[in-house]
């Protein structure tokens, strides 16, 4: 499975902080501290909003990274380190008003007085269902599920008082979701729940945690999928030439002081794009969608729709993070053409990514990704590969590329070599 990086330009134009986080890494770790980073921040931004097809959204993200066993994909933990400190005012916070009150409770002798219930910001992938409905409940501005072994969710997935896929499914778009049971006669309603997801597994773990493409679930991650095997690498205190805590404990304070300035903030903050940039997405996402209707790939219309709300989103966290500094946030901010332009660059790429995990929950079909299905829409019925050397030259595919994806179509019967060099398409 060949996959590809996110590019270099996404790297030279990320605001200030997010260049500081990433810079000291390289290739597949990068591109994982990057966006775990992002899933992170998704959850850290209260009061932070914008309208996309009509309706209001907040940041929240759901990442889910696969990739085997010593790929580097363990570098995601050090993401959590972000919201870490957000946590722990939140919870410290939260238990002091709970002795408090149940102090007073006890003093006064009035057990008619209710005491405010736990709210912290970071929860474990273990937990059941019923304890999401209270924790987004209690939540000022929403909750992060942070979890590096996929498989934990899933195993909470499987039993009845654990299944929280629902949940995912309709926090994603801020759906009321609601639980009523005649057992304890308990009742919990939340009106606009926020959740952000990042979560890490292998392979063997994407089937079990996400079983469909069908159920939604799956149209609603951003997916980021390689099997680069990392070698060995020197760890000794020599060869570390960077105190990677040090580094995201500093940028976890300032996130930490952004989250106070955004909730003290007087008004809640719109985030918006220039008429220019949502007429250049439009343009983008309706090529996008005709490409994959032409192709009879209309069964891949839901990840690509949804990947343009998680473009929006992704635009709306830079735009706070690039304005970071801010001592108060006006009612409105426009993306910066670097933001757009970077949220589209990881977006072309992360559709793709989505495509090759589909082919993980998949028994038998193999999804073509956006590229594969653009070149087959571009070559002839009958080409050669001198043809293709071309047109893979027009839209920067390198040869290398470009002849993994012959063979890789090829193999899946949407191409037959009818001679040395000399390609079919089949059914065109």
Same mark, same amino acid.
């Given at each position: 499975?060949?996959?590809?990086?996110?590019?270099?330009?996404?790297?030279?134009?990320?605001?200030?902080?997010?260049?500081?986080?990433?810079?000291?890494?390289?290739?597949?770790?990068?591109?994982?501290?990057?966006?775990?980073?992002?899933?992170?921040?998704?959850?850290?931004?209260?009061?932070?909003?914008?309208?996309?097809?009509?309706?209001?959204?907040?940041?929240?993200?759901?990442?889910?990274?696969?990739?085997?066993?010593?790929?580097?994909?363990?570098?995601?933990?050090?993401?959590?380190?972000?919201?870490?400190?957000?946590?722990?005012?939140?919870?410290?916070?939260?238990?002091?008003?709970?002795?408090?009150?149940?102090?007073?409770?006890?003093?006064?002798?009035?057990?008619?007085?209710?005491?405010?219930?736990?709210?912290?910001?970071?929860?474990?992938?273990?937990?059941?269902?019923?304890?999401?409905?209270?924790? $987004?409940?209690?939540?000022?501005?929403?909750?992060?599920?942070?979890?590096?072994?996929?498989?934990?969710?899933?195993?909470?997935?499987?039993?009845?008082?654990?299944?929280?896929?629902?949940?995912?499914?309709?926090?994603?778009?801020?759906?009321?979701?609601?639980?009523?049971?005649?057992?304890?006669?308990?009742?919990?309603?939340?009106?606009?729940?926020?959740?952000?997801?990042?979560?890490?597994?292998?392979?063997?773990?994407?089937?079990?945690?996400?079983?469909?493409?069908?159920?939604?679930?799956?149209?609603?991650?951003?997916?980021?999928?390689?099997?680069?095997?990392?070698?060995?690498?020197?760890?000794?205190?020599?060869?570390?030439?960077?105190?990677?805590?040090?580094?995201?404990?500093?940028?976890?304070?300032?996130?930490?002081?952004?989250?106070?300035?955004?909730?003290?903030?007087?008004?809640?903050?719109?985030?918006?794009?220039?008429?220019?940039?949502?007429?250049?997405?439009?343009?983008?996402?309706?090529?996008?969608?005709?490409?994959?209707?032409?192709?009879?790939?209309?069964?891949?219309?839901?990840?690509?729709?949804?990947?343009?709300?998680?473009?929006?989103?992704?635009?709306?966290? $830079?735009?706070?993070?690039?304005?970071?500094?801010?001592?108060?946030?006006?009612?409105?901010?426009?993306?910066?053409?670097?933001?757009?332009?970077?949220?589209?660059?990881?977006?072309?790429?992360?559709?793709?990514?989505?495509?090759?995990?589909?082919?993980?929950?998949?028994?038998?079909?193999?999804?073509?990704?956006?590229?594969?299905?653009?070149?087959?829409?571009?070559?002839?019925?009958?080409?050669?590969?001198?043809?293709?050397?071309?047109?893979?030259?027009?839209?920067?595919?390198?040869?290398?590329?470009?002849?993994?994806?012959?063979?890789?179509?090829?193999?899946?019967?949407?191409?037959?070599?009818?001679?040395?060099?000399?390609?079919?398409?089949?059914?065109?």
């Amino acid at each position: 499975m060949e996959t590809d990086f996110l590019p270099e330009i996404v790297y030279q134009k990320l605001p200030k902080v997010l260049l500081e986080l990433t810079e000291p890494f390289s290739g597949r770790e990068k591109d994982v501290v990057l966006l775990s980073s992002l899933g992170v921040l998704s959850a850290a931004l209260p009061k932070v909003y914008g309208n996309y097809d009509g309706n209001k959204y907040s940041s929240n993200l759901y990442l889910l990274i696969v990739a085997p066993a010593a790929s580097g994909k363990g570098v995601m933990n050090k993401s959590k380190v972000l919201i870490e400190k957000i946590h722990q005012n939140i919870l410290e916070i939260s238990l002091e008003n709970i002795t408090e009150c149940e102090s007073v409770k006890k003093t006064k002798k009035d057990l008619s007085i209710k005491c405010p219930e736990l709210e912290v910001k970071l929860i474990p992938g273990n937990v059941s269902s019923s304890k999401i409905y209270k924790h $987004l409940k209690n939540a000022a501005h929403g909750i992060l599920i942070f979890e590096t072994e996929a498989d934990t969710i899933s195993v909470m997935l499987k039993q009845d008082w654990g299944n929280f896929s629902d949940i995912m499914r309709k926090a994603f778009h801020h759906e009321t979701i609601s639980i009523s049971r005649e057992t304890d006669d308990k009742f919990i309603e939340v009106g606009y729940p926020q959740l952000s997801l990042v979560i890490s597994g292998t392979p063997n773990q994407v089937k079990p945690l996400i079983n469909s493409k069908e159920n939604g679930l799956f149209s609603r991650f951003i997916f980021y999928v390689f099997d680069d095997v990392m070698g060995w690498k020197d760890v000794s205190p020599s060869g570390i030439k960077i105190d990677y805590n040090a580094l995201f404990s500093n940028v976890s304070i300032e996130i930490s002081n952004l989250y106070q300035k955004l909730e003290n903030n007087i008004s809640n903050v719109e985030i918006t794009l220039s008429d220019s940039q949502w007429d250049q997405f439009n343009r983008d996402m309706s090529y996008v969608t005709e490409l994959f209707i032409n192709q009879n790939r209309s069964d891949v219309l839901s990840i690509i729709k949804r990947q343009g709300l998680i473009f929006f989103r992704i635009c709306m966290i $830079l735009t706070i993070i690039r304005n970071k500094d801010l001592e108060t946030f006006p009612n409105n901010i426009v993306c910066d053409d670097a933001d757009y332009l970077i949220a589209f660059e990881i977006i072309k790429i992360i559709v793709d990514h989505s495509m090759h995990a589909s082919n993980l929950i998949q028994n038998g079909k193999i999804e073509l990704t956006v590229r594969e299905t653009q070149f087959l829409a571009n070559m002839n019925k009958n080409f050669t590969r001198a043809d293709a050397v071309v047109y893979a030259d027009q839209i920067n595919i390198p040869t290398r590329t470009l002849d993994y994806m012959l063979k890789k179509l090829t193999e899946c019967n949407f191409l037959s070599k009818t001679s040395n060099g000399v390609y079919e398409q089949i059914g065109k």
